[in-house]
């Protein structure tokens, strides 16, 4: 079974510094996807960021970017100039597709980051 | 807002009364996943429906809960003789067509007491 393991419980950064956020992941597939989503206090979970793992390139979403070390099993989010509004519980996530067409996320246990002004 | 909506935002019950929660995702959501979250931990994996279809039930899934989704529209969540280790906070995300993206409710909060 898949597991992804998120060693940071909490992180902090001041605000415009740069943080970056671990993620690891046990599998056997060799195609999958890989997430990372925000949770703001009281709020909707949204995604910040994907990775699918054929693709060798790092994705990037503006201020977010990824380190994506497929051997490893490695996937770790890198958070520019960080701003209040970051925030929030982080969760990687593993996509895992099942026989019979079911598909599920599995995530980690998250990360608290707090943003110092 | 990812236009997914969840009733009640929160629910205080007695344990041992039987409670339901209703999902609300897009017409465009073909897939929609349950998950349920307890303090500190991610989430936890429940079921999956394809349109109408329950594909997958989670181990999680006691005999206890049951989930629906007719019409492959809005979803139940509903959960018999509660117990306060169904103390959580219960989601509902929905996805369109082959898309990865899981977009989430609010969640509902349960509290048995």
């Known amino acids: 079974a898949q597991t992804v393991t998120q060693s940071q419980p909490e992180m902090s950064v001041q605000e415009a510094e740069t943080v970056t956020l671990s993620c690891t992941y046990d599998?056997?597939?060799?195609?999958?996807?890989l997430f990372w989503y925000k949770q703001p206090p009281s709020r909707q979970m949204i995604l910040v960021i994907r990775?699918?793992?054929?693709?060798?390139q790092n994705a990037t979403e503006n201020r977010f970017s990824v380190n994506f070390q497929k051997a490893a099993k490695s996937f770790s989010l890198k958070i520019s100039d960080s701003q209040l509004g970051d925030a929030a519980m982080y969760f990687c996530?593993?996509?895992?597709?099942?026989?019979?067409?079911?598909?599920?996320?599995?995530f980690g246990k998250g990360t608290k980051l707090t943003v110092n002004p | 807002d990812t236009g997914v909506s969840q009733n009640p935002r929160h629910k205080i019950t007695k344990r041992g009364q039987n409670v339901t929660f209703r999902c609300d995702p897009i017409?465009?959501?073909?897939?929609l996943y349950w998950y349920r979250q307890t303090l500190g931990q991610g989430p936890e994996f429940l079921t999956y429906?394809?349109?109408?279809?329950?594909?997958?039930k989670s181990r999680l899934l006691s005999d206890r809960f049951s989930a629906e989704r007719p019409k492959g529209s809005f979803s139940t969540l509903e959960i018999q003789r509660t117990e306060q280790g169904d103390s959580a906070m219960y989601l509902c995300?929905?996805?369109?067509?082959?898309?990865?993206?899981?977009?989430f409710g609010q969640g509902t909060r349960l509290t048995v007491v």
């Open positions: 599998t056997s597939e060799s195609d999958y996807y």
């Open positions: 990775q699918e793992a054929y693709k060798q």
């Open positions: 017409s465009e959501h073909n897939r």
């Open positions: 996530a593993y996509r895992t597709l099942t026989q019979g067409g079911s598909e599920k996320l599995v």
């Open positions: 995300a929905g996805l369109r067509g082959g898309n990865t993206e899981a977009f």
């Open positions: 429906f394809q349109n109408e279809a329950q594909l997958e």
